[in-house]
């Protein structure tokens, strides 16, 4: 459903209204005839605050105006990413103009709100403050006081903060200055909500301000078409000046009201939905009837079958009652079976109506929620509740709408960016994948390691890794397959090997646990064994890696970091450094993975339980403690892998935590930069079973591994 947008603009001077062709700092926007791809479909409403008299930051703010405009309209991608890219430029714009010292140097806030179908896309800096009012109250933009507050063209480092809504028909966004933010909810609500039509909002407003000074931007959202829409945004061409865009009509106390035609449409209330089983329960009923009406006829028939008619004679047999006495001890178990179904019937679905009103009355509670906990725990409920709907009803579109609107709140609350995920190819039912490797390089491929079927494969790809070619992967290690004097065992894991020093050619490795390093050179398709010293010392190899060429065995039960000299194609053990040394308990016993930074040679340690750890030179350098006081709010839960990617000092951290469904970036130097989640097509969480997973950049891609399947994750 594509929604509309009807807009009101109010311009008040020390209590007097102002009746002025545009409001400085005010645009409200359609999309151009010529705009990017992804902008066709994108209305634009902007709200920018200058520091300093309206008349002499007029001029000022409509160029700031036609400036983000222009840019958003002109920039291809997502809406976040455009309006990141328009609002950072014009901040460069406005700091460049500051630090000129030509004139008087401004700051502002800006609040940037996007319509595309039914989604409100926000993006906020300084001191923005903005209003959403729908059925269950009103949710202010933002929430609580940010912790730190970046005016616009102070710096150009900005703490933009976004917000995405799912709309219904009659929720209205305010747009307004940031001296209304003091005004609490209980205040907005009224005029916001309990008005008749936009033009009493304004009315509303207007008398709230009193003698104060304002511009604030009412939009309300509509199914219906809007008499009055925005005019599209003209292109402006080199050294040309953007003509002011035309803005819809305002609406203040002293001056007269718009003609009938041209009303803007009043706005319905929104009960909840409600489901009224009655004639469901009714209906049910009657065709139950008209079965068992059916079986009877049919039995009739049978009974006449059995027994027809014949001749009266003299010596007649006695009857035979089983067949009555058994209908009529039928008869009354079928009513009462049918009877029975449709109320159980009609009990699913007065449940079913339950669990929507909870769900409503959660998601209105959590948006007027006065923290950051409480709102989690009701979005959280809001989840459990939409999985006991599903199996009542699967499908129904309004669970999923109000389960979506509650993951993208809780996206938002805990910064999660959320990932487009497909399953790019299914191993079948007895696969159980456990690990997933890119080759390196331009030249494509990619390597998955079935440890269900103790199998290596290899998917030929593009050099982006998409494009499947053949689309059916090539088998290239078994167990029990010999390759030289080797056999292979239990293969554990594996990796990528560059060409260096001591390796001539590139190559795939893959470790069994016999203490074999199997490689497979893409160049001549060949397959080669190389034994590893001290295999018999090993207890439970679970991953390796790789520093300087040097191989690397993480041994969790013998709690050793086994090292491997790089000598030719083999490897030596150096006498008394066999493996790393820790110079505190490093407690690998529950270790799952391991990393070194090639730069420095530290080593990364993730553990099952939730410990991430850096060691230099045997000392930890940060834990999992200094993660949570670094940006990171919700602790790992279960991860399971850790991959270094990136080069040099472009190189961060991406830890999956199949226990939270997540894969989390971090800085080496334990600074919490991301956290992604993707959804598959049935709605389920993507990386609540991953096993592995591998990155590539530029733009991101995730592969990752879970149960049987191959998944690709992308930004939308």
């Known amino acids: 459903m594509d929604l509309k947008a009807v807009t009101g603009q109010l311009y008040i001077i020390n209590g007097q209204p102002r009746a002025a062709a545009t409001v400085p700092g005010l645009l409200a926007q359609s999309p151009p005839a010529r705009a990017a791809r992804g902008r066709g479909s994108d209305f634009l409403f902007i709200h920018l605050t200058l520091n300093g008299p309206a008349a002499e930051t007029e001029v000022l703010a409509q160029d700031l105006l036609d400036a983000i405009s222009q840019r958003f309209y002109q920039t291809p991608g997502s809406v976040t990413a455009a309006l990141r890219k328009a609002i950072v430029e014009t901040n460069d714009l406005l700091l460049r103009r500051n630090v000129s010292g030509r004139d008087t140097p401004r700051e502002g806030a800006i609040t940037c709100a996007v ?162 089983v009655g004639p469901a329960a009714r209906q049910a009923t009657s065709q139950a009837a008209h079965g068992l009406g059916r079986a009877t006829g049919w039995l009739a028939q049978v009974m006449a079958r059995l027994n027809p008619p014949r001749p009266a004679a003299a010596d007649e047999e006695p ?46 509670l959590a948006q007027q929620a006065e923290s950051s906990d409480a709102a989690r725990e009701y979005y959280n409920q809001v989840l459990i509740l939409s999985a006991e709907a599903e199996t009542l009803r699967p499908g129904n579109a309004d669970v999923q709408s109000m389960r979506q609107t509650a993951r993208n709140q809780l996206d938002r609350l805990d910064d999660v960016t959320r990932l487009q995920t497909t399953a790019l190819y299914n191993y079948g039912d007895t696969a159980r994948l456990g690990s997933v490797t890119l080759r390196s390089g331009a030249n494509g491929d990619l390597y998955v ?12 790809t593009s050099a982006d890794y998409l494009t499947f070619d053949p689309a059916e992967p090539e088998l290239l290690v078994s167990g029990g397959q010999a390759i030289g004097n080797q056999v ?151 991860p399971i892998a850790v991959k270094i990617i990136g080069e040099g000092l472009n190189s961060s951290l991406f830890v999956a935590d199949p226990g939270s469904a997540r894969i989390l970036q971090f800085s080496l130097g334990g600074i919490f930069l991301a956290q992604y989640k993707g959804t598959l097509a049935d709605g389920s969480e993507a990386f609540s079973q991953i096993a592995d997973f591998d990155v590539a950049e530029a733009p991101l891609r995730i592969f990752a591994v879970t149960g049987n399947d191959l998944l690709l994750a992308v930004e939308n």
């Open 488 to 638: 292979v065992a239990t293969l554990v894991d594996t990796l990528w090997r560059e060409a260096g020093q001591n390796i001539s050619r590139p190559s795939l490795a893959a470790l069994d646990n016999s203490g074999a390093l199997i490689n497979f050179y893409p160049d001549f398709r060949d397959l080669r064994a190389v034994p590893l010293g001290l295999a018999s010392n090993w207890r439970q190899p679970v991953a390796i890696t790789t520093y300087l060429e040097n191989l690397y065995v993480l041994d969790r039960t013998a709690q050793k970091v086994w090292r491997y000299i790089a000598d030719g194609e083999g490897f030596t053990i150096s006498d008394g450094q066999e493996a790393i040394e820790f110079a505190d308990d490093a407690n690998l016993e529950q270790a799952v993975d391991v990393a070194i930074y090639s730069e420095d040679g530290s080593v990364i340690i993730l553990y099952g339980d939730g410990r991430l750890r850096r060691f230099v030179r045997g000392r930890p350098l940060w834990t999992e403690a200094d993660l949570l006081n670094n940006g990171l709010r919700t602790p790992l839960v279960a």
């Open 319 to 364: 009857i035979n009652w089983a067949w009555p006495t058994l209908i009529a001890i039928l008869i009354p178990i079928i009513l009462a079976l049918v009877v029975a179904s449709a109320y159980f019937q009609r009990g699913l679905s007065n449940r079913f109506s339950e669990i929507r009103q909870e769900m409503g009355q959660a998601i209105g």
């Open 115 to 276: 319509l595309r179908g039914q989604e409100l896309f926000m993006a906020q800096t300084g001191e923005s403050f903005a209003v959403l009012g729908h059925q269950f109250g009103v949710e202010r933009l933002p929430n609580v006081a940010p912790p730190r507050i970046t005016p616009l063209g102070q710096t150009a480092g900005l703490d933009l903060r976004f917000y995405h809504n799912w709309l219904e028909p009659g929720h209205i966004l305010l747009l307004a200055d940031p001296r209304m933010a003091h005004l609490p909810a209980s205040t907005i609500h009224p005029a916001l909500m309990e008005t008749e039509d936009l033009a009493d909002s304004l009315d509303a407003f207007a008398h709230l301000l009193d003698a104060d000074t304002a511009r604030l931007m009412l939009i309300q959202f509509t199914d219906e078409e809007p008499v009055i829409t925005p005019r599209p945004a003209p292109i402006r061409e080199t050294g040309r000046r953007l003509e002011p865009p035309t803005t819809s009509p305002r609406r203040d106390p002293q001056y007269a009201s718009p003609p009938s035609s041209r009303q803007v449409p009043r706005r319905a209330s929104l009960p909840l939905p409600q489901i009224d």
């Open 449 to 460: 390691l079935d440890r269900g079927n103790n199998q290596l494969w290899l998917h030929n």
